[in-house]
């Protein structure tokens, strides 16, 4: 992520189902994007923890895709990713997430991806599922958004698994 897209990420981080669903800053604001962008996707990045990178479509940023809480022991990492407004419903982010998916599966030493989703988020579950990742359960109360504490249905792939075909 760049500079450039600092404006475009607070737009969406602000965006009300955006907020409704990530424990982001309230307000969110270009300083925000601007620390998330420049400084702890870096810092991530550095410590191998996680890597977070930009969704573009025609070159115009979208939105942002990531692997993080990464443990290197047991090869397993979990993916996350958002969505700007002005870009949802076009399949875009099952896209992004199976591509990551594989990257991290074929050529980094992954043997499992996780997704975790809050049980009222359908378009993220929606997400999931068209990345074909496959359901194991629900973690009750195991993550929180700005209402509280929610309920996370637990997705996986592992490296043997089916892949998507888009």
Not at 133 to 157: C, P, Q, W
Request: charged letters at 25%.
């Amino acid at each position: 992520m760049t500079e450039a897209d600092v404006p475009s990420i607070a737009i969406a981080c602000s965006d009300p189902q955006t907020q409704k669903w990530l424990p982001l800053p309230q307000p969110y604001t270009e300083e925000s994007a601007r620390t998330f962008a420049l400084e702890i996707a870096a810092q991530e990045l550095a410590s191998g923890t996680a890597l977070e990178r930009a969704i573009e479509v025609d070159g115009q940023f979208v939105g942002v895709i990531g692997l993080k809480n990464t443990d290197w022991d047991v090869a397993k990492t979990e993916a996350g990713y958002w969505l700007g407004p002005w870009a949802r419903g076009r399949g875009i982010t099952a896209r992004a997430l199976a591509a990551i998916t594989d990257w991290a599966l074929d050529t980094q030493g992954i043997g499992r991806v996780e997704v975790l989703v809050a049980t009222g988020n359908e378009a993220s579950l929606a997400t999931a599922r068209r990345a074909m990742f496959i359901e194991e359960g629900t973690l009750r109360r195991a993550g929180h958004t700005h209402d509280g504490t929610v309920d996370l249905v637990l997705f996986s792939r592992l490296v043997d698994d089916p892949r998507p075909q888009f």
